[in-house]
């Protein structure tokens, strides 16, 4: 078996890079699709309020955390517990983190796949002029097919591979820098147009007047999952990416940054989303995981310029969503090539065709495997069950286990950062975040009930 050179791993070049990559991961089809429909199903405003306070409260120490892992030991996931605390058990939150890996891309390429029909639709402007109605349908019936969205969820693991493929710096870098901004923008505009609709402030009061009566404990778990699944945390996607991070750059005010740039995208999501659809009397519950793709094109039909914009939006989704499944393909590619010896190329060829095989079932329990349902489990168990329990692995480790000193030197990059809130995040590490993680969890799957 062919060893690893360690000497020669690839790394994120610049502080604008790391912001650009790690945010690329957490914003992406978590925000857009993903958000808007749990949010619709979980009763608005509280969910999001809740959700909130779990990315503030647990989510930015945990992505702190796992830079901070990542960094100490510059490994993948796997090697990085290894190597921290041999001997010891660790290395199974890694092993954990690439099956959600498996999961997670296997799931998340099948919607990949629809936004790929999403931008041919809008090419060929099939989307003008068509009722609320008439968009569910062309949704409900083309996610049915079985052999479009197959091939489309193919080509997309093809991108994902490709980028994979052509290494850190020079593949995942110089793609999100650039196109990340453009798309915060364009959600804006949809924001702008979608508030000024006829009917819209009920769709405002949907998303920020909290109704706590809609509040139940699975409700509580759902804007956990959401949190972690929409910062990319729990599964070691950030000790990967935080092991190509400099030992120059600042990692709290990375893990801000970032967290802070998803948690506006998402909310600019529900902004464009909820108002327009209570303006085209669309119930919020109702659409399940076709929402955003029923609801966006009525926007769109609205605005003046709206075929250019649509355009537009689609090709900025399919980047976000790029940009995210080529982080979580490299915590198994990593882990493939350093701990096992197979070279890079080959690992992501063996990653992503197994992954892409997985994926094709996903696709057709909308079709032909209708019942199968592996789409949704693999949705639920990734987001509401593992990563949850990664977090809570991670925080206890970096929390108890990892050496304070060890910590202080990564976080405060040997005693040269001032970390103002550095007494709070070994707080929230040690107590906070375990015991509030432990209870949602517990709570949320029926093992304990308050
Ligand atoms: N955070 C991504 C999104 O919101 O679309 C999805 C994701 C990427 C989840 C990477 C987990 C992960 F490790």
């Known amino acids: 078996m062919a060893k690893f050179d360690f000497t020669k791993r690839d790394s994120f070049g610049s502080r604008i890079g790391v912001i650009a990559a790690a945010a690329g991961s957490a914003i992406g089809l978590g925000n857009i699709w993903r958000f808007p429909y749990v949010a619709g199903e979980n009763g608005g405003g509280a969910f999001l309020l809740i959700y909130v306070g779990f990315i503030v409260l647990i989510g930015v120490p945990v992505m702190l955390s796992e830079f901070t892992i990542g960094r100490r030991a510059q490994r993948n996931a796997y090697g990085s517990f290894k190597l921290l605390k041999p001997k010891q058990p660790w290395y199974l939150i890694g092993l954990m983190g690439i099956a959600a890996a498996f999961m997670i891309l296997a799931f998340y390429s099948t919607v990949a796949g629809w936004t790929l029909e999403y931008l041919i639709n809008a090419i060929s402007n099939n989307y003008a002029g068509k009722t609320p109605e008439q968009l569910s349908n062309m ?75 809609k509040i139940d404990t699975s409700t509580v ?33 990375t893990a801000f940054e970032v967290s802070a740039a998803d948690t506006a995208i998402a909310i600019l999501a529900g902004v464009a989303i909820f108002p327009a659809m209570f303006a085209f009397g ?22 003046p310029g709206g075929f250019a914009f649509q355009l537009l939006f689609c090709f900025l989704l399919i980047v976000a969503a790029l940009t995210s499944t080529i982080s979580v393909l490299e915590v198994v590619v990593a ?64 929390g108890w286990f990892l050496g304070r000193q060890n910590v202080y030197d990564e976080i405060s990059n040997s005693g040269i950062l001032k970390v103002r809130l550095y007494k709070v995040f070994l707080i929230i590490v040690r107590f906070v975040a375990p015991i509030a993680i432990a209870l949602v969890f517990m709570h949320g799957i029926g093992i304990i009930r308050i």
């Open 335 to 398: 882990y493939f090539s350093e701990e096992l010896g197979v070279g890079r190329k080959i690992a992501t060829v063996i990653a992503a065709s197994s992954i892409g095989f997985l994926g094709i079932f996903c696709t057709l329990s909308f079709g032909p495997l209708q019942g199968l349902d592996l789409f949704e489990i693999f949705n639920f168990t990734s987001a509401n069950i593992l990563l949850p329990l990664g977090g809570l692995l991670i925080v206890i480790f970096v």
């Open 221 to 253: 778990l759902e804007a956990l999952g959401q949190a972690f699944f929409s910062l990319s945390i729990g599964m070691g996607t950030l000790i990967t990416y935080g092991s190509y991070i400099n030992k120059k750059e600042n990692l709290s005010t």
């Open 139 to 213: 949704f409900d019936s083309f996610v049915s097919l079985g052999f479009k969205p197959v091939i489309f969820q193919v080509i997309f693991m093809f991108l994902t591979a490709w980028i994979v493929y052509s290494g850190v710096r020079h593949g995942i870098e110089r793609y999100a820098k650039i196109l990340m901004p453009i798309l915060l923008l364009i959600i804006i505009v949809l924001g702008i147009r979608s508030v000024t609709l006829e009917g819209a402030g009920e769709g405002l009061n949907f998303l920020f007047n909290p109704d706590f009566s």
């Open 282 to 303: 669309v119930e919020p519950n109702t659409s399940g995981e076709g929402l955003v793709f029923k609801i966006l094109p009525l926007i769109f039909n609205e605005m």
